[in-house]
């Protein structure tokens, strides 16, 4: 079974740019969290969603952050203008729905670097 | 509000012993989930195994096993006979009635031949 996929695996890109994040979660999984990762603040929420609802985004730092999910199988998390402070590792999680079972499954991550 | 503390932020062990890893939580939330995962230095993270709250037997994976201990709100990671792979972050995650995760800040294993 396929995994969680997420694209690309590397970015780099200049500080003012817009940043493209792609998520493709765990067929039937129902939930998907976007998470980010930096040695300073550790594995933060950045939103999540069920059955493509936005259910919390308030782990989103900024406006220059958004996240949609237009179906079950795709979701992308954009950061517009980025910035050199947005430079970690994002990643995306799927898991299904049980009570408190919350066995997520994460992507490989995106290493995001803003110059 | 839900909480994780991981207070060992490096620990060493000799290849084939046991070691364990500390994890404390707290929730108000009566049923709950408590994970362990593994973050090897190539970045990907990987579940290791669960214990629900109300599980009356302490969870088990192959090497792995929590010793979820309720009224001390611990939930501790025990990696038996230790390989050189089992060198990486260890997170412990909590995940409660609100399903939003919380993850600690992780805990560095690294195994000496």
């Known amino acids: 079974d396929a995994g969680v996929i997420q694209s690309p695996r590397h970015e780099v890109t200049e500080m003012g740019q817009e940043v493209t994040l792609r998520c493709k979660p765990i067929s039937g999984h129902d939930y998907l969290f976007w998470y980010r990762q930096t040695m300073m603040r550790g594995l933060e929420l950045l939103i999540y969603f069920n059955n493509n609802v936005p259910i919390d985004d308030s782990g989103m730092p900024e406006d220059r952050f958004s996240a949609k999910m237009p179906n079950a199988s795709f979701s992308t998390l954009k950061i517009q203008p980025s910035e050199p402070r947005d430079s970690a590792v994002y990643f995306c999680?799927?898991?299904?729905?049980?009570?408190?079972?919350?066995?997520?499954?994460f992507g490989p991550g995106t290493r995001l670097t803003v110059t | 509000a839900q909480k994780i503390t991981q207070t060992q932020p490096g620990m060493f062990v000799q290849e084939k012993e046991a070691v364990t890893l500390d994890c404390t939580y707290d929730t108000s939330d009566p049923s709950y989930g408590l994970f362990w995962y593994k973050q090897p230095s190539s970045g990907e993270m990987i579940f290791l195994i669960y214990?629900?709250?109300?599980?009356?037997q302490n969870a088990t994976e192959g090497r792995y096993s929590l010793n979820f201990q309720k009224a001390r709100k611990s939930a501790n990671l025990v990696i038996s006979a230790s390989q050189l792979g089992d060198s990486a972050m260890y997170f412990c995650a909590l995940s409660g009635g609100s399903y939003i995760p919380t993850f600690g800040r992780g805990t560095s294993l690294i195994v000496h031949p």
């Open positions: 214990q629900g709250s109300y599980d009356q």
């Open positions: 999680a799927s898991s299904l729905g049980a009570k408190t079972a919350r066995k997520q499954y």
